[in-house]
């Protein structure tokens, strides 16, 4: 009876209660996204709410309670949200609003030069690729398949944060729509539609797809 109950509980050591609530706080976020957007103090409130995610996530996961897959189900359906509801520069301002803090605070970059280095030549390969690959749908479906399946394979293999620092979706995100709002050309809106898309397969279905990638890596070590 309670190995029925385990194995119920348990799938691949991805607790069920656990994946059930942090879908329902990715739903909360996106819920409040859409609400804010609607107030006054849009920028402000979404200024807030990045930030406080960013936080969260940065200490529940020093604390082993969520993972990187975890850290990403926060953000994905917000900001595919925003992505796909954008018709004018308030929802630019907004997507910025929403990704910068939580940027910011969750990316460690800054912890040292090689890290800084790392993260800028990664991240620049990465646009390279995206630039090359904009106009065509399965080039750009594969580039942003690629992408998470490095976010996760990292985030499984290497240390906490390593992904984050060579595979940053939100870095990814705003350095596109930087891009677009310099040029004045929503080049890449279409691109990140698809991007963020895959992203959310990856953020709901990873822990259960990589574990056994995960655990074969940590066994070879041992």
Known sequence: MIDALENLAYLYEVFWFKELSTILQSIVVLIL??????????????????AFIGCACN???DMGYWNDNDTLKHIAPATLYLIIK???SEFNIALFAFLSPFFLISCEFYGGIFFFISCILS???ILLFIFLARNNIYLSLFISII?????????D????GMNDILVNAALITLSLKWIDHYTKNSRFNLFLKKFWIVLCCFAYFGSWAFYPISGYYKESIL
């Not at 996204?33 to 990045?50: G, N, P, Q």
Request: no cysteine; charged share 10%.
């Open 59 to 61: 200490s529940f996961g």
């Open 86 to 88: 954008e018709k004018n």
């Open 147 to 155: 992408i998470g399946v490095l976010y996760s394979y990292i985030g």
């Open 33 to 50: 996204v859409r609400w804010f957007i609607s107030l006054k103090y849009r920028i402000i409130l979404l200024l807030f709410l990045s």
């Open 157 to 160: 293999i290497a240390a906490p």
């Open 123 to 125: 991240h620049l390969i």
